[in-house]
C-alpha cells in the first residue's frame, strides 16, 4: 500500500468457470430465451470446455490475469438420493430418467460454469478489514442452480484459503426474499483497480414491499438480497449504490445485470433500458465516486433490447490494458450482427470513452444457454500478496492451460443429449475425470464423492 487506501500491485483476476463433463441443453431457466429456445438440443462438452479455454489462452497471451475454477459434481447424485431415488448409481439415474426426467436433467446442468453467479466478491482496498471478502450466491430461483452453492463455497475456500487475506461468508438463505445470483448483478467502479471503489448492486424486485416488479419473467436479485451482502462485507452507505432493474429489460430476457451492463474502472457501459431510474443511478454512483464517472450509453434506438439479448453485447468483458485504455470482449454472435457491429464501431470504438479494442471470441456453446464471455468469468481484483496467498494451481500458464486441454481431450464426449444423461457410464466417467481435475489443481477434496466417508 503506497498512497491512502490506495493499493499499487492490484490487478483483477478473471476466473473462468470449466465447462463440466455434462454439458448439456435442458431448456431450465425460465426467462432466459437462449436456454428455452434450445432445450433439447445436442450439446457438445468437449467443444464446449475447449471453448472457454481458448478464450482464458487468448486472454492469458494479450497479458491478462487469467484464473480458472473447476466445475462441480454432475450427475448430483446425492440430490436424486434426497429426492427418494435410491439404490445403486446405475439404479438412480434410470429411475430418475424414466420417471423423472426433468429432475434428471437438472442434477446433470454444467451450469457452475458461469461463474459470474458463483459468488459477489469485495476486493481488499474496500473492506474495512482490509481482506477479500466473498459470499457464494445462493441460487435459488432454479433447483439445478440452487445446487452450487455448497461446493462453490469448498472451491472458494480451497483457493482463497489464507485467513489473513481471504474471508468467507455464508450464502445467504435460500428463500425467494434473499434470491442471490452474485456478481452478475454487482459492479464496482473506481479509478485504478487497487484505489477504493462503489458498488453498485442491482436489483429485479424488492421482497418486502417494494414497486414494480416484472409480468412475464421471474426478477432473480432482491434488494434485501444485496443489501445482506452489502452488510456481511462492511460496506457503509457512502460504497454503496443499489438500483432496480428495468421491469421491461427482464421482461425482454435480461436475467441478470450483466446481460445489459457491464463496468469496469471508471466506466459504465449500459444499454437506456438497464436501469428502472437512470438519471437516479448515475447520479448515486457520481456523489460516491472518487474518479469521475465515465458513462457510455447505448440507446434503444442504436440496439434494441432485443439485439442487445440475443448478441450479448453487454455480456462482454472489458479489460484494462496497461496504458489505461480497455478492451471490450464481445461474443461472436456481436459480428454476425450487422446493426451491433455497425453501433460497435460508431458507438463504442469512436466514442470518447476508453475502449480502444475490441476482441471477439467465440463461446457458442455456452452462448446457447445464455452465457456470454461475462458470464464465464468471477473477477476477484487481488493484490500481488494475496495473489501469491493463493492455494492451488489456478492461475492460468502455458503449461496448466496445456494439461487442461489434454485433460478435456482424455474425458469429455463431443455429443450429449437429453436422453444420455441417464447412462450410468456418462457418470463414471465424469466422476473419475473430476478427480483427476482437483489432483492437477491441487485444491484437495472439494466434490461430495470425494469427501463421503
Ligand atoms: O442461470 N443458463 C444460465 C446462464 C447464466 C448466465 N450468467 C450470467 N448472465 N451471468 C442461467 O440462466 C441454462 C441451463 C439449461 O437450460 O440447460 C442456464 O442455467
Not at 2 to 21: A, H, I
Not at 140 to 159: C, D, K, N
Not at 355 to 381: T, W, Y
Amino acid at each position: 500500500m503506497s498512497r491512502d487506501g490506495v493499493k499499487d500491485d492490484v490487478l483483477e483476476v478473471n476466473f473462468d468457470g470449466l465447462v463440466g463433463p455434462t454439458h448439456n441443453y435442458a431448456g431450465l431457466a425460465h426467462g432466459n430465451v437462449a436456454s428455452m429456445r434450445h432445450g433439447g438440443l445436442a450439446s457438445n462438452p468437449r467443444e464446449a470446455a475447449l471453448q472457454g479455454l481458448a478464450k482464458m489462452k487468448s486472454l492469458m497471451d494479450a497479458g491478462y490475469a487469467q484464473g480458472v475454477l473447476p466445475p462441480q459434481q454432475r450427475p448430483d447424485l446425492g440430490a436424486l438420493r434426497s429426492l427418494g431415488f435410491a439404490g445403486s448409481n446405475a439404479e438412480v439415474l434410470a429411475r430418475a430418467g424414466r420417471e423423472a426426467p426433468q429432475i434428471l436433467r437438472a442434477v446433470c446442468s454444467a451450469s457452475s460454469m458461469w461463474t459470474a453467479n458463483a459468488a459477489t466478491i469485495t476486493p481488499s482496498p474496500d473492506a474495512p478489514d482490509g481482506r477479500v471478502h466473498f459470499t457464494p450466491a445462493n441460487l435459488q430461483s432454479s433447483f439445478h442452480r440452487y445446487l452450487e452453492p455448497e461446493t462453490t463455497g469448498r472451491v472458494l475456500a480451497a483457493i482463497f484459503r489464507d485467513p489473513a487475506h481471504f474471508a468467507h461468508h455464508s450464502a445467504l438463505p435460500a428463500t425467494p426474499a434473499f434470491s442471490d445470483e452474485g456478481a452478475a448483478n454487482h459492479t464496482r467502479l473506481c479509478g485504478d483497480h487497487g484505489e477504493p471503489g462503489v458498488h453498485l448492486y442491482v436489483y429485479g424486485r424488492q421482497a418486502f414491499g417494494g414497486e414494480r416488479g416484472p409480468q412475464r419473467y421471474p426478477a432473480r436479485q432482491t434488494l434485501e438480497a444485496s443489501q445482506a451482502i452489502a452488510r456481511q462485507h462492511g460496506l457503509t452507505d457512502a460504497q454503496t449504490v443499489f438500483a432496480q432493474q428495468h421491469p421491461e429489460a427482464i421482461d425482454a430476457g435480461v436475467f441478470h445485470n450483466d446481460v445489459i451492463a457491464v463496468g469496469n474502472g471508471p466506466v459504465l457501459l449500459y444499454h437506456e433500458m438497464a436501469f428502472l431510474d437512470e438519471e437516479q443511478t448515475l447520479d448515486a454512483l457520481r456523489s460516491r465516486m472518487a474518479t469521475p464517472l465515465i458513462p457510455v450509453r447505448v440507446p434503444s434506438e442504436a440496439i434494441s433490447l432485443e439485439e442487445a439479448v440475443s448478441t450479448y453485447l453487454f455480456n462482454s468483458q472489458l479489460l484494462t490494458n496497461p496504458g489505461g485504455d480497455m478492451t471490450l470482449v464481445v461474443p461472436g454472435e456481436c459480428q454476425e450482427n450487422e446493426t451491433v457491429w455497425r453501433a460497435i464501431q460508431d458507438l463504442l470504438l469512436a466514442g470518447h470513452n476508453p475502449i480502444g479494442e475490441i476482441l471477439v471470441k467465440d463461446v457458442k456453446q455456452s452462448m446457447r444457454n445464455g452465457g456470454g464471455p461475462a458470464c464465464l468469468r468471477l473477477r476477484v481484483a487481488l493484490s500481488a500478496q494475496e495473489r501469491g496467498a493463493l492455494g492451488g494451481r489456478v492461475l492460468l500458464d502455458e503449461g496448466l492451460h496445456a494439461e487442461l486441454v489434454a485433460w478435456v481431450e482424455r474425458h469429455y464426449r463431443d455429443r450429449l443429449t437429453p436422453d444420455d444423461l441417464a447412462d450410468p457410464q456418462l457418470a463414471e466417467e465424469t466422476l473419475a475425470a473430476l478427480d483427476e481435475l482437483t489432483r492437477l489443481l491441487g485444491i484437495g477434496n472439494v466434490y461430495p464423492f470425494q469427501l463421503a466417508t
